[in-house]
């Protein structure tokens, strides 16, 4: 089952620190997004890339930071600054053109704050 | 700022009966609009876009510009249909997608 893979599954973090979710994809997809899911609240954006070395914000980037570094790679760092970062974080790629621009998901990292 | 309404947390229905998850949008201009699926231990994936006016595993979606929904219909629900379901919308030219906060899908004997 490859195309898109997340590590790690499980997170533990302490208040305090930085911590990074990696996310991987080998489908030769341009675009690379990153959500965080909460019960009751859907699917929210995080960031985006629609190409390599180019990144935008979505809907609630506070505390988050990204990289785009090569194409396969979309790491999301959740830094000290995210007020509430205990949630299920899901990446996802798509070919980024065109109308038939369905976004392929990775399993998930679900990330604890303790 | 575009924006996708579900307003049912949770929908019930039995085996056999009919389905209707609702899905109203808010978008300026000319939206793209998508269903995608969540099965219990299974990663997300699309079921359907009205732009391929398809039907998958049974199920239809028909965009509404006028009431500016894009509800998924079923006839004749069945067990394995229980799901988490999301409504998500593709505004302009930029690939990232808005997403609803979904409904969750319970088909009982």
């Known amino acids: 089952d490859g195309g898109i893979t997340q590590s790690p599954k499980y997170l533990f973090r302490k208040e305090g620190q930085n911590v990074t979710l990696s996310c991987e994809q080998n489908l030769n997809h341009d675009a690379m997004y990153w959500y965080r899911q909460d019960p009751g609240q859907g699917l929210r954006l995080i960031y985006y890339?629609?190409?390599?070395?180019?990144?935008q914000k979505g809907d609630i980037a506070e505390g988050y930071s990204v990289s785009r570094e090569k194409k396969e790679s979309f790491p999301l760092t959740v830094t000290s600054a995210q007020k509430n970062p205990t949630a299920f974080y899901l990446c996802?790629?798509?070919?980024?053109?065109?109308?038939?621009?369905?976004?392929?998901f990775g399993p998930g990292t679900r990330l604890t704050v303790l | 700022a575009q924006r996708v309404t579900q307003p049912e947390k949770l929908l019930s229905v039995f085996k056999g009966a009919p389905v209707e998850l609702k899905c109203n949008y808010s978008y300026s201009g000319s939206p793209e609009l998508f269903w995608y699926v969540q099965y219990s231990r299974q990663r997300l994936q699309l079921l359907l876009r009205?732009?391929s006016r398809e039907s998958i595993k049974g199920f239809t979606a028909d965009l509404n510009k006028g009431e500016t929904s894009f509800h998924l219909k079923k006839p004749f629900a069945q067990e394995e249909d229980s799901a988490m379901y999301y409504c998500?919308?593709?505004?302009?030219?930029?690939?990232?997608?808005?997403f609803g906060t979904g409904t969750r899908l319970q088909v009982t004997l």
């Open positions: 009205h732009i």
């Open positions: 998500a919308l593709k505004a302009g030219t930029a690939s990232k997608l808005t």
């Open positions: 996802a790629s798509s070919t980024g053109q065109g109308n038939y621009n369905e976004q392929f």
């Open positions: 890339s629609q190409i390599v070395n180019d990144f």
